[in-house]
């Protein structure tokens, strides 16, 4: 039997003949595609395709050549591609391309992206994109031109990455109801709150130090208020409950109020915090939310730290199942962009009804529970309060809950520093409903034994 | 907008006549499919279906009937299906019916299994198995019956129960030159070595735990002696690096020998010990082994304990990804099955060559990378020794490994009790080839300073 050193790629076969005819057959033409930008994910693409060009075709049974790519600088392409497929400055020289099988999307934003993927759906093109603010906005109205286009809308990327987590939502767990998702679907935040706890930093130095490792943009607005984990998080709820996306009725809120004293208190208390994107299913409708979120620390999500991401999913049969890995960076994107087009050139030859729905249930069995306001969802409330240090006043906080129903899990009382006349009280409540927790908390402020702002960031147990 | 409880399984739609006529079109017909065994596995499978059918339709686009089911025990079976479907004693009857699209093989074992599989395939049935023995053993002849016959045999549930790792592997990664897998793919193990760690217990008390939960069968030999874990490493495998399956040449070695004090001595170094299947490509070969590893405990596949599974996959593109759940029980592995039976409803239209390959490479793309004996591997080692505790002997040993040009990483040694003539001695090796390590072990244990056999466990960076 031939043994080789297969590290630069070469793999012996039985009969060398196999592969070579493998390779060369002509039975299957190439599948085309033709990218729209060559930035970090475009040029991660057509780096991966190129390195791994016969392991991928010895899986997908075809060739796939990248014959164009659109950018605004030709000439920095030009050195890029290095003569492997042609480059245009004009994006409609690949949507219209009559040779090309499949778009990738690599440019962002919507203008003129929407465009752009519109017009390569109407000219027959299947598209693979890793746009989730496109997605998450537009979505609804891309599948609709797709469907009557009859072709295929794959989005792999679009959410954690390189983690194969639409695919698992989308075909793996397809027997389950899905009961909730629960995700860090945002590096960026990850590693800032990582670098908080790890370091005791303050978020500004933490967002410094991010932005210094070139984990964070120099706006980083979208990452840091959460808007990124919301587009993500709207993509994964229409996905695993059969509903369209409507990111517009998402909640979102981000990391940048987020002290490093609730941090702190939260650990002594045995938890961790982190930006979430949680979906959930209930009696009278979807939540869909972004926020800091106290967990336990012993929870396996609570240990992933860093840039790294990680998705949480609960299906009624399967349980809990935990999606881990890199949710950016140019050759993770790649991956999972190129796993969408070799599903495309698997599923493109089966009838529109048998391929996978855009969006995992069928366009005529999507549901329309509506999505809940914030002051609707249940979970259990981290409060802190700066009190002052006297009798009674402990006694008029909790009498303020208990007539809200909301019961206490723990209470930490901090003692005051010397000669200082006020302490802080931390509360962990039992679950409750959004609406209470706000009562209260008015209530509470009112109190003139509270001093400042009390402050609240919601728990999740994740069982 | 229609909002409605949801907890009983109604969904409310836009128009409510939408579902309806979605539910009730005749346009697509139903996928049938006869079950081979109603045990566990069988039995969650229909249960799941049975109950989350409208979901699962909403995903696959059509109904899926479970028509027939042939079992030992006909009037067990009745009383479970109630009236749902026909119950045969005679699996011939499931296998040959004309009306059937999928045969789900849920005996287990390879006897009658493996010709009932057969017959299946040469019927034209597409199968689903979740029986990784079989595949592990007979892969090769029933992918190659399968092709033939132009028919699809999915496992997803045969590896890690109900975590999509099958489909991570096969579609998910298919960008990636996958370079290893690392596993905890046997619950009864890692159950067994949790309590052995958390409780101090000693392997047959913990066993004994694990046999009284439900958690290990009355002989446990399969599973604690890493034969169960070789079968899925064996099918992880040949996936990741387009070889054949050869479970013949994996080399195997379980928990049962396994002592507390290494538990101990490793949690006091910072590592934890846990059942791996690993299989890594190297230069010269293919890794494939199964035995009790220890890995830092810091490591996020450290921390996954008791009954649950989770497998590590190290890809060229994506970097590390985890993926984690239950890896046994009756309806994770419905979850599993199912998925498969939704696949297969999916590409059963698209040409043979464009369906997802058996072992995700084309048949003809097959790699002849030869299996490493267990002496060719390259790892870092474990060393606990019962040494004389006078001066000189540490000389002895190091001496031994220098020859070897085996370095040491760690070193610890226990202080001998009050009176004790005798200690232990704790040595972490940097990475070596087994066969250096063994003929380390075999001079050392030839030393008069040294009592009792050397204890050797191997170690795993993972990173």
Same mark, same amino acid.
């Not at 659109?70 to 030009?78: F, K, L, Q, S, T």
């Not at 190129?338 to 069928?362: C, K, M």
């Given at each position: 039997m031939a043994v080789g050193?297969?590290?630069?790629?070469?793999?012996?076969?039985?009969?060398?003949?196999?592969?070579?005819? @493998?390779?060369?057959?002509?039975?299957?033409?190439?599948?085309?595609? &033709?990218?729209l930008g060559l930035g970090t994910v475009g040029y991660g693409a057509f780096r991966v395709l190129a390195r791994n060009q016969e392991e991928i075709q010895r899986r997908a049974g075809r060739c796939i050549d990248v014959t164009k790519v659109a950018v605004r600088n030709v000439e920095r392409a030009g050195k890029l591609v290095d003569g492997v497929c042609e480059v245009t400055d004009n994006p409609l020289n690949v949507v219209m391309d009559p040779e090309i099988d499949i778009v990738v999307e690599t440019i962002g934003g919507d203008d003129p992206t929407l465009e752009l993927v519109l017009k390569a759906i109407d000219n027959g093109k299947h598209v693979v994109t890793a746009n989730k603010a496109l997605l998450a906005v537009h979505g609804n109205e891309i599948f609709t031109a797709a469907r009557k286009a009859n072709v295929m809308v794959a989005f792999e990327a679009a959410v954690a990455g390189g983690i194969p987590i639409i695919k698992a939502l989308r075909e793996g767990l397809t027997a389950n109801r899905i009961q909730w998702i629960a995700g860090i679907i945002n590096g960026t935040t990850? @590693?800032?709150?990582?670098?908080?706890?790890?370091?005791?930093?303050?978020?500004?130095?933490?967002?410094?130090?991010?932005?210094?490792? &070139?984990?964070?943009?120099?706006?980083?607005? @979208?990452?840091?208020?959460?808007?990124?984990?919301?587009h993500k998080a709207t993509i994964m709820s229409a996905i695993a409950f059969g509903v369209p996306v409507q990111f517009n009725k998402a909640y979102v809120e981000g990391i940048s109020k987020?002290?490093?004293?609730?941090?702190?208190?939260?650990?002594?208390?045995?938890y961790r915090i982190k930006l979430l994107g949680i979906t959930r299913r209930t009696d009278i409708g979807i939540e869909l939310r972004v926020h800091p979120t106290l967990i336990l620390a012993k929870r396996l999500i609570a240990n992933v730290e860093g840039v790294m991401n990680a998705v949480l999913v609960h299906g009624d049969a399967v349980g809990a199942t935990m999606y881990y890995?890199?949710?950016?960076?140019?050759?993770?994107?790649?991956?999972?962009?190129?796993?969408?087009?070799?599903?495309?050139?698997?599923?493109?030859?089966?009838?529109?009804?048998?391929?996978?729905?855009?969006?995992? @249930?069928?366009?005529?069995?999507?549901?329309?529970?509506?999505?809940?306001?914030?002051?609707?969802?249940?979970?259990?409330?981290?409060?802190?309060?700066?009190?002052?240090?006297?009798? &009674?006043?402990?006694?008029?906080?909790?009498?303020?809950?208990?007539?809200?129903?909301?019961?206490?899990?723990?209470?930490?009382?901090?003692?005051?520093?010397?000669?200082?006349?006020?302490?802080?009280?931390?509360?962990?409540?039992?679950?409750?409903?959004?609406?209470?927790?706000?009562?209260?908390?008015?209530?509470?402020?009112?109190?003139d034994t509270v001093f400042s702002q009390v402050t609240r960031i919601r728990m999740e147990t994740l069982s």
């Amino acid at each position: 039997m031939a043994v080789g050193k297969i590290s630069e790629g070469s793999v012996y076969y039985d009969k060398p003949s196999k592969i070579n005819n @493998f390779l060369s057959r002509k039975r299957m033409k190439p599948i085309k595609v &033709g990218l729209l930008g060559l930035g970090t994910v475009g040029y991660g693409a057509f780096r991966v395709l190129a390195r791994n060009q016969e392991e991928i075709q010895r899986r997908a049974g075809r060739c796939i050549d990248v014959t164009k790519v659109a950018v605004r600088n030709v000439e920095r392409a030009g050195k890029l591609v290095d003569g492997v497929c042609e480059v245009t400055d004009n994006p409609l020289n690949v949507v219209m391309d009559p040779e090309i099988d499949i778009v990738v999307e690599t440019i962002g934003g919507d203008d003129p992206t929407l465009e752009l993927v519109l017009k390569a759906i109407d000219n027959g093109k299947h598209v693979v994109t890793a746009n989730k603010a496109l997605l998450a906005v537009h979505g609804n109205e891309i599948f609709t031109a797709a469907r009557k286009a009859n072709v295929m809308v794959a989005f792999e990327a679009a959410v954690a990455g390189g983690i194969p987590i639409i695919k698992a939502l989308r075909e793996g767990l397809t027997a389950n109801r899905i009961q909730w998702i629960a995700g860090i679907i945002n590096g960026t935040t990850n @590693f800032i709150l990582s670098e908080m706890r790890e370091k005791g930093l303050d978020f500004d130095v933490a967002l410094q130090d991010a932005q210094r490792l &070139g984990y964070a943009e120099a706006d980083p607005t @979208f990452d840091i208020e959460g808007v990124d984990a919301a587009h993500k998080a709207t993509i994964m709820s229409a996905i695993a409950f059969g509903v369209p996306v409507q990111f517009n009725k998402a909640y979102v809120e981000g990391i940048s109020k987020l002290s490093s004293i609730d941090i702190k208190y939260a650990e002594e208390l045995g938890y961790r915090i982190k930006l979430l994107g949680i979906t959930r299913r209930t009696d009278i409708g979807i939540e869909l939310r972004v926020h800091p979120t106290l967990i336990l620390a012993k929870r396996l999500i609570a240990n992933v730290e860093g840039v790294m991401n990680a998705v949480l999913v609960h299906g009624d049969a399967v349980g809990a199942t935990m999606y881990y890995g890199k949710g950016a960076g140019a050759e993770p994107t790649a991956s999972a962009v190129i796993a969408d087009i070799v599903d495309i050139t698997r599923l493109h030859t089966a009838d529109q009804e048998n391929r996978v729905p855009y969006l995992a @249930f069928q366009h005529d069995a999507l549901s329309s529970m509506p999505v809940l306001p914030i002051e609707q969802i249940r979970t259990s409330y981290y409060l802190r309060l700066r009190v002052a240090d006297q009798t &009674g006043v402990l006694a008029e906080i909790t009498r303020i809950l208990a007539n809200q129903n909301i019961s206490i899990d723990a209470l930490l009382q901090k003692e005051s520093r010397e000669g200082e006349p006020q302490t802080d009280i931390i509360i962990l409540t039992h679950e409750t409903q959004e609406k209470f927790i706000n009562s209260a908390i008015s209530c509470i402020e009112a109190l003139d034994t509270v001093f400042s702002q009390v402050t609240r960031i919601r728990m999740e147990t994740l069982s």
